[in-house]
């Protein structure tokens, strides 16, 4: 068996037109059959092995597609579904888990390290028995030979599966099952290599976070158990997000043949991986290609720290940081962005850029000019600086990032509003139908002219708010008609964005993004949400939301440059929103959400970034806010998080009003919650599920809310947006959550 040279993690999944996300929707709509659906999912597969073995890479990676989510497929394979979870086949089953059905709440869904993409969490117990269940790797590992296309099966690690996973009993921990666990896995590795697997790579992602004793031992166990079973495939671990601390010498200690290491996230751990003796006689796969962002290469410096592990290691190749499945398909089908797609790499650049990366190491003349001018066009482009934003910066003074003190806020913003006890409200978006979708396409393709599309989302925005007076919301919204994404919306109006057309990258599921890309200084040439909040306002004497997302968010959910330190970024960014919220309180909008779902996410994943991350990103918020007077009530909205790490940066960031995701973890996140002295939303309607909670339901989550936070500052909303939900779902939803409220409200009273 060969080494592995040169390779890529993994690749995105969801197909170049979205192919997957089409077929997935089609099928949960009894469009289409599971055959069919299965068909696509085959297509995409051989289209992937079939692009990468022709781009020259020495492995090719399989095992990297879902229908839905990788750790929850890990989670099927070994047997560790709930129970409550059942359907007519096995994809169904984990469709039910993922998403929900009458009866069975969906697992927790929460991010994937510090990454935008979503996985569903394991739910794991002291009773759980793990079993080879299922057959996935094999079967595509299978398919791919079949094709004549030799792979490297990748799984989920043991250890990071374990520590990904949430306990259903007090005080047991899931590692604890780690033992029940690896046994599975040799079945696994026996059965691939009977097929004729030559290498298997396993992903210990968890290992770029601080981790305890106890958790490093669970990986030296883990790695020697598996790395001295015979009948194996050659074992490859992935560690990547960055530095992997001492799990670095554990892993170069255990028996196994190579070790890919991510030397983009963290200069600083390529002197670390040159340093540690036990490479001798391995291979390490140098990660120096970034696989989260999408600005090409520079080979210089790529070379440069894989050349440093010359002679360290028994051999070196490139690879990619991690999976490509954060970034876009190919750059090439973008025809809007002349210059800078010259300085861009999406996924299939890439590979490119792998393969003659990893021939330059290996000694093969290869021509790099074209990379080195890409990388000196961009450093050499005047027009990414805005001398004015700049000024702005450098102008500000302390206390334009404060408001009045909270109490004095809270009395003013409830003579203004004069708001019951428990008042509701919703998160933002409502469903998007197939007429907006078509309208607002219509509108950018030029068929449909300004006058109608301004009739259109007129019209729709007072459908909606028609909606929610005849509900008997207390605060109302707009619902955001005129909004593709709350990132890109606001990217494409302000300066220093790009847009692409077809840069989609999976969030979860059947859920797919576009980010923008930031590549200069950031500035708002006009208002960007006034119009429509104004409209929204005249319609009725309840109060109505301004919508806008936050400067943090907008960072992690676009492709960010890289050329100065993301703090400045951000205060450029929150100088833009800071000037739309005044304007939006000038055009007499009382209630103002700035969305920062992303806060967390962007958390580094050591201890030790925690406190610089959290000084900045909190103060780019208040930056963005504390424009408002002390009568305009300010909301913040997070989801789908664990936050209680970071519960007081989310006390200083000030907002009067927070709403938080909740449903899932049946209210876990109020615990830290105690003290918090503002008002809060835990959400109490799971909208990533298509199941309808009904009004007992939502008043149990309700009685549970009220047994932490005092009644004067409980709100009441769901835990999401609802543009991904249909009406037919939300409209008996949002009538179960105000009677619940009133049933709770009458209680009180």
Known sequence: MTEIGTTVLGYPRIGPDRELKRALERYWAHRIDQDELLETGRDLRERTWRTLVAAGLDSVPSNTFSHYDH????????????ER??????????????????????????????????????????DTTFTLAGTKPLDEYLEAKALGIETRPVLVGPVTFLLLAK???????????????LPRYVDLLRRLRAAGAGWVQLDEPAFAGDRTEAELNALIRAYHWLGKETGRPKILVAGYFGHLGRGLGVLARAPIEALAVDLVSDESFVDA???????????????????RNVWRTDPQRALGRAATLLGVAKSVSVSTSCSLLHVPYDVERETGLPRLAGWLAFARQKVDEVVLLGRALRGEDVDLSGARQAVADRAAATELADEHVR????????????????????????????LPPLPTTTIGSFPQTTEVRKARAAHKAGTLGAAAYEAAMRAEIERVVRLQEELGLDVLVHGEPERNDMVQYFAERLAGFAATEHGWVQSYGSRCVRPPILYGDVSRPAPMTVHWARHAQSLTPKPVKGMLTGPVTILAWSFVRDDQPLADTARQVALAVRDEVRDLEAAGIRIIQVDEPALRELLPLRRSGHEDYLRWAVSAFRLATSGAAGSTQIHTHLCYSEFGEILPAIDALDADVTSIEAARSKMEVLAGLAGFGRGIGPGVYDIHSPRVPDAGEIGELLHAAAGTVPADRLWVNPDCGLKTRGYAEVEPALRNLVAAVREVRAGLA
């Open 273 to 291: 991986v040159a340093a540690e003796p036990a490479l001798r006689d391995k291979e390490v796969l140098a990660g120096v290609v970034d696989g």
């Open 85 to 126: 979870f059942t359907g007519p086949s096995p994809l169904d089953t984990c469709f039910a888990a993922a998403r929900g059905a009458q009866g069975a709440p969906a697992l927790e869904m929460t991010k994937w390290f510090d990454t935008n993409y979503h996985y569903l969490v394991p739910e794991l117990g002291p």
């Open 391 to 418: 000024a702005r910066l450098a102008a500000l003074r302390p206390d334009d990032a404060v408001r009045p003190p909270h109490a004095e806020r809270a009395e003013a913003q409830q003579a203004a509003l004069g």
């Open 167 to 181: 306990s259903t009993t007090a005080g047991f921990r899931p590692l604890d099952l780690l033992d029940t666990l």
């Open 71 to 82: 750790v929850l497929d890990t989670a099927a394979l070994f047997g560790a579904l709930p």
